[in-house]
């Protein structure tokens, strides 16, 4: 088992940033593949970005990439999202998940299986 717990989230006008943590306790961490998903209000969750158990590896959706960065400290058994030029379409809770091994698509929320609470990131014009 692996409880999540992200922090970070806000309000932040466009074009600032905000950095979420995701700290992780149970099993260890350096052993699961990371990934942030959101979802803004009345649509599904979506992939934001993964990074692979060692770090070695990121992953984006085209409309975070050169905005967004993961990295993860396994010492602190943490995942970090730093998010920049924040857009109003940026708007939605984020969600970190965490993965024991990838069968298909890093991201697919259906390949996560264990999830955090979710923190409310608001962008405001």
């Known amino acids: 088992q692996v409880q999540l717990v992200e922090s970070g989230g806000g309000l932040v006008q466009a074009g600032g940033s905000l950095r979420l943590s995701c700290a992780a306790s149970?099993?260890?961490?350096?052993?699961?593949?990371m990934g942030w998903f959101r979802q803004a209000p009345g649509k599904g969750r979506e992939f934001v970005g993964a990074i692979t158990a060692s770090g070695t590896n990121q992953y984006y959706t085209n409309s975070v990439k050169g905005r967004f960065t993961i990295s993860r400290d396994n010492a602190k058994n943490t995942v970090y999202l730093q998010m920049n030029s924040l857009t109003l379409e940026d708007t939605a809770v984020y969600y970190c998940?965490?993965?024991?091994?990838?069968?298909?698509?890093?991201?697919?929320?259906?390949?996560?299986?264990?999830w955090g609470q979710g923190t409310q990131v608001t962008v405001s014009s």
């Open positions: 149970g099993r260890p961490f350096s052993s699961y593949h």
């Open positions: 998940a965490a993965a024991i091994r990838y069968s298909r698509d890093y991201s697919w929320a259906s390949e996560y299986n264990y």
